[in-house]
């Protein structure tokens, strides 16, 4: 970048900044969200909340499904070209 651009685009360099935390911030969700560890965790206490009795079968049935989603999909990069 050059002295006259670099200038030029220096009012724009917090939008820049705000835009380079908020894809650090999504890809720190989307690797939380696909962990397996984390799923599998989630998994564990949902199995224990029926066995309380916090929540019922069809509840279960319904969150377990999707929890067993999120295991079996992957995302097809949780990396994104550095810009």
């Known amino acids: 970048m050059g002295l006259?651009?670099?200038l030029l685009?220096?009012?724009l360099a917090p939008v820049r900044g705000?835009?380079?935390v908020a894809d650090r911030l999504i890809d720190a969700a989307e690797?939380?969200?696909y962990d397996?560890?984390?799923?599998?965790g989630r998994l564990a206490a949902l199995n224990?909340?029926?066995d309380r009795g916090d929540i019922d079968l069809a509840q279960f049935e319904r969150e377990e499904e999707r929890l067993l989603d999120v295991l079996e999909r992957r995302p097809p990069s949780l990396h994104r070209p550095a810009s």
């Open 31 to 33: 690797r939380e969200l």
């Open 4 to 6: 006259i651009s670099g």
């Open 9 to 11: 685009l220096l009012p």
């Open 18 to 20: 705000v835009g380079w």
């Open 48 to 50: 224990d909340a029926l």
């Open 36 to 40: 397996p560890d984390v799923v599998r």
